[in-house]
T-cell receptor, first 114, second 112 residues
């Protein structure tokens, strides 16, 4: 059983650019959640996808968007990057969207915006 | 007011000590509570979860929920240097699916 993987590991972008981060969920999982973790902070929920549909969104602007594919892998897209977007971006997969479903986190993508 | 508040530490203890990590939460409707451990440059990994009130034990780790005071705790007995990490508490609203609210994390160092 493979765990959650994310790519790339690190990324450096400049303000105004666009970025796409990728996540492969754990085998058998149909739900992916994305989080932003700023330095010294806990993860902040961005959104969740369940069976290719958005299933909840946190307090993030529309320039944060996502997709989930039929194989349940997922992308996080961020447009018009701002300096404050610099953070560790985590995806977590689970089987189902219920509160009692264990989430398994990937190692994250560290994004630096200059 | 944030949904979950956590003292960021840092906390430094000698090997073998009992560690107490604590969080408070804001909404009495929260029922599902989790503790995650995050090593440097890694994603969080689930340590324990509890539902509603009471204690749950797993080896050297005990999770405790006190709903009357909206207080959650994680106790680590016989702490080891390998326990050095950031510990995150989390909860989610009953109808919120996997939209977890995390504390800021407490950085723990266990000194050999």
């Amino acid at each position: 059983e493979t765990g959650v993987t994310q790519s790339p590991t690190h990324l450096i972008k400049t303000r105004g650019q666009q970025v796409t981060l990728r996540c492969s969920s754990q085998s058998g999982h149909n739900t992916v959640s994305w989080y932003q973790q700023a330095l010294g902070q806990g993860p902040q929920f961005i959104f969740q996808y369940y069976r290719e549909e958005e299933n909840g969104r946190g307090n993030f602007p529309p320039r944060f968007s996502g997709l989930q594919f039929p194989n349940y892998s997922s992308e996080l897209n961020v447009n018009a990057l701002e300096l404050d977007d610099s953070a560790l971006y985590l995806c977590a997969s689970s089987f189902g969207g219920a509160s009692t479903d264990t989430q398994y986190f990937g190692p994250g993508t560290r994004l630096t915006v200059l | 007011q944030k949904e979950v508040e956590q003292d960021p530490g840092p906390l430094s203890v000698p090997e073998g000590a009992i560690v107490s990590l604590n969080c408070t939460y804001s909404n009495s409707a929260f029922q599902y509570f989790m503790w995650y451990r995050q090593y440097s440059r890694k994603g969080p990994e689930l340590l324990m979860y509890t539902y509603s009130s009471g204690n749950k034990e797993d080896g050297r780790f005990t999770a405790q929920v006190d709903k009357s005071s909206k207080y959650i705790s994680l106790f680590i007995r016989d702490s080891q240097p390998s326990d050095s990490a950031t510990y995150l508490c989390a909860t989610n609203p009953p109808k919120g699916g996997n939209q977890f609210y995390f504390g800021t994390g407490t950085s723990l160092t266990v000194i050999p």
